[in-house]
């Protein structure tokens, strides 16, 4: 969804020509199952989890890993900001909203970059398996919470349609 993201700003944007709805599909998919899911996992659960092992360097790691979701939060913000500013009636090509998402994805890949190569492993090494199941069903309650049934199943989809749509298949 990053390069789908990416793709759909680096070009006029046309609200007329149904781009309205893709935009709106974006935003969706980055607030609330980026953001609100998978941020409120770690935020909600894992991280307290890690927390409480007194790993060394955890709490950096975590400290970090909040900030950038504080940042996500914010260049989202921005983004949706400048995008609902945008007029039906004419396409659009604004530098300040191709940067914006330029910053976002730029972040968010770091962020992913640091969670597949410090997170990941960390969580292998200092959850033991009962943990894990625990915090799985944690998981599992909180995307009944925000995706609601069959949200995820929803989700996925849009990111199929998206990605077959702006040729990222």
């Known amino acids: 969804m ?3 993201l990416q793709k759909f700003f ?3 944007i046309d609200l007329k020509g149904g781009d309205a709805k893709d935009l709106e599909a974006l935003i969706k998919f980055f607030e609330i199952y980026v953001d609100r899911y998978h941020h409120g996992k770690e935020e909600q ?6 927390s409480r092992t007194r790993t060394t360097n955890i709490d950096s790691l975590i400290n970090s890993l909040i900030d950038d979701h504080r940042q996500a939060r914010e260049h989202m913000r921005q983004i949706k900001s400048h995008a609902m500013a945008i007029h039906p009636s004419a396409g659009v090509d604004s530098n300040e909203l191709s ?14 970059r640091i969670e597949n190569s410090g997170l990941l492993p960390l ?6 398996g009962t943990e894990r199941l625990q915090m799985a069903g ?8 925000i995706l609601g049934s069959g949200g995820l199943q929803s989700f996925l989809a849009a990111v199929r349609t998206l990605s077959q749509k702006h ?3």
């Open 45 to 50: 659960h894992l991280f307290s989890a890690l």
């Open 10 to 12: 680096a070009k006029p």
């Open 99 to 112: 940067e914006g998402v330029q910053h976002y994805v730029e972040l968010v890949r770091k962020h992913i």
């Open 123 to 128: 969580i292998d090494e200092v959850l033991s």
């Open 167 to 169: 040729s990222l298949q």
């Open 2 to 4: 990053l390069a789908v």
């Open 138 to 145: 944690e998981f599992l309650d909180l995307e009944d919470a």
